[in-house]
Each structure stands twice: as C-alpha cells, then as structure tokens.
C-alpha cells in the first residue's frame, strides 16, 4: 500500500482545519475569529482511499503573533513539534488560500514552507477555500490561473469546506464533491515515496534543520534578530532564552531523539548522547506501537 504524508499550510483563517476535518472524516475545533484557533501542529490518524494510506499535519498559523493563540516562545516550541512529525518526510505539500486577491502572507508562507523549510524538494498543489459562490467552483480556478503562473503549484484545486447553518443542504454536496477532487489531486501529484527533510538520506540533521528553519521564521515574521539561533546553541538553550517554561523545554528535550542526543553529548560520559537517543527511540517506538492498537 501506498504511503503519502501530506503537510497543509496557509494563513489564519483560510481554512486549513476544515479542509483537513474533511478529508480525514475527524472533527477538530474551527474558528473565524481574528485570533484563530489552530495553536499547535496537528498529526490526524491515518486514513486510506484508493489502496493508498494517507497522513495529513495540519499546522500552525505562520502569522499567529502575541496577540494570536502563538507568542514567540511558543512558536519555537510548536516548530521542533513539527520537525519531529516531519521525521518520515512528506509526499506532497498543499497549501490553503480563500478565493481572493494573492497576499503578503500567501508569499510569506509559500516562500517558507516550500522554498525554504522543504527547500523545493516536495511538490505543492494549491487548494482554493470559499468557491461556493462560484458556478462552477472551477470558474474561479480559470479566471485567476494566470495570476498564480510565478508559483510552482502542480494543481490549483477549487473547494467548499464550509458548513452548518441554513445553507447547510447546499453546502453538503459541494463539500462532498471538493474532497473527492482535493483527494484525488494529492494522490496524483505526491511523491512515489515521502521525502525526508533530514537524516538518514539527507545531508542535514535535525539540528541543522531546526537552525535553518527557525531562523527562517523570525526573518519572516518580523521578529527582532536576537530571537534568532546562534552559533553552537542548544535547542534547549534557545528555548529558555525564548521564555519556554521549563517544564515545557524539558518535556520537548525528552521526548525528541535528536535534541536529547545534544543535551547527552554535553555530559562527561563518554557515548551518552547516542545511549540516550537510543533509549527514547525504543520508548517512542513502543508508545506508538501502543497508540496504533488502540486506535
């Protein structure tokens, strides 16, 4: 059987958690407000269609600041969460937009997550949120394909996720219709195989990932400089100097393979680092053993 990971980006309020409550058949929170809802990166259960077996991660608004559901100091934590889903690689990204005028932070989260935090080694397709007052939903996709032609997206994919309400009876058959279309689009244009960011396979680490794409991320959002990562500074470190509580910190060192080999490396016994990396490894392995029985 096929295995895809898809990753589902856009900004705050396009719709990326209906989009993604669609098409695993969960149910998450969803939220219109200014403030969004989406607060941490989302692995939903995999699901399989068509002899394939799909896992999708919903993630975090890029753009959520202090006055949102992310502050800084959560982001960084909320980052290294992502990096440790994305530890099996992704097949295809899709990025969420509403059918409107292209924005700044359409550019932004394009620019991040597939140029620099995937580097463009993934293919993306673009999903279009809010064509249900189209007809046909594809009439917007053809007035304004031209208008996306500067972005690499294999696919530009009209969808309704919208729902409830008195117009519940006329958005049920769109929704159904939309994620037929969007599932057979990420089937299509993924990658044979998920393709990893870092690790075995791939010339960089988790660490080096971290750095790259965390400093990334405060050059995008605006932050001041001085939240950027430095030269041979610890996870752990750049976590407490970002304010992560350390009950939060510690909790993310333990439970990370990568990040608790860096914290045993700085310690006198000699291959503690990798003792350590190998010990969580085996206690992930047999917890997630122990979550997929259950599921």
């Known amino acids: 059987m096929r295995n895809i990971r898809v990753l589902v980006f856009g900004a705050t309020g396009t719709g990326k958690t209906s989009l993604c409550n669609t098409l695993t058949g969960r149910k998450r929170p969803t939220d219109n407000g200014a403030r ?31 006055h949102g559901t992310v502050p800084a100091e959560q982001a960084v934590v909320e980052l290294i969460d992502l990096l440790e889903k994305a530890r099996d690689g992704f097949s295809l990204l899709v ?3 509403r059918a409107s005028r292209i924005t700044n932070e359409h550019d932004e989260d394009y620019k991040f997550f597939v140029e620099k935090m995937t580097q463009g080694n993934i293919p993306v397709i673009l999903a279009v949120t809010g064509c249900e007052n189209e007809y046909p939903m594809t009439s917007w996709v053809d007035r304004n394909q031209e208008a996306f ?13 919208a729902s409830g309400g008195p117009m519940e009876e006329f958005f049920a058959p769109l929704r159904l219709q939309s994620r037929e279309h969007l599932l057979g689009s990420i089937i299509h244009n993924a990658l044979v195989e998920p393709r990893k960011l870092y690790g075995t396979g791939t010339s960089s680490s988790f660490n080096q ?44 060192i333990k439970h990370i393979p990568d990040l608790l080999e860096e914290l045993g490396n700085k310690s006198p016994v000699p291959g503690g680092g990798k003792l350590l990396r190998k010990l969580s490894e085996l206690f992930l392995n047999r917890l997630s053993n122990g979550t997929r029985k259950n599921d």
Not at 149 to 161: D, M
Not at 223 to 243: D, F, H, I
């Open 209 to 252: 990932s971290l750095t790259r794409i965390w400093n990334e991320f405060v050059a995008v959002t605006g932050l001041p400089k001085k939240y950027r990562r430095q030269v041979n500074e610890s996870a752990y470190t750049l976590m407490k100097r970002l304010g992560v509580p350390q009950a939060i910190a510690d909790t993310a």
């Open 95 to 97: 990025q969420v937009t």
């Open 36 to 66: 969004g809802i989406t607060a941490k990166s989302h692995l939903y259960p995999a699901f399989q269609t068509d002899d394939c077996r799909i896992e999708i991660i919903d993630t975090v608004g890029l753009h959520e600041s202090s």
């Open 149 to 161: 032609s500067r972005f690499a997206y294999k696919e530009l994919v009209p969808t309704c996720f």
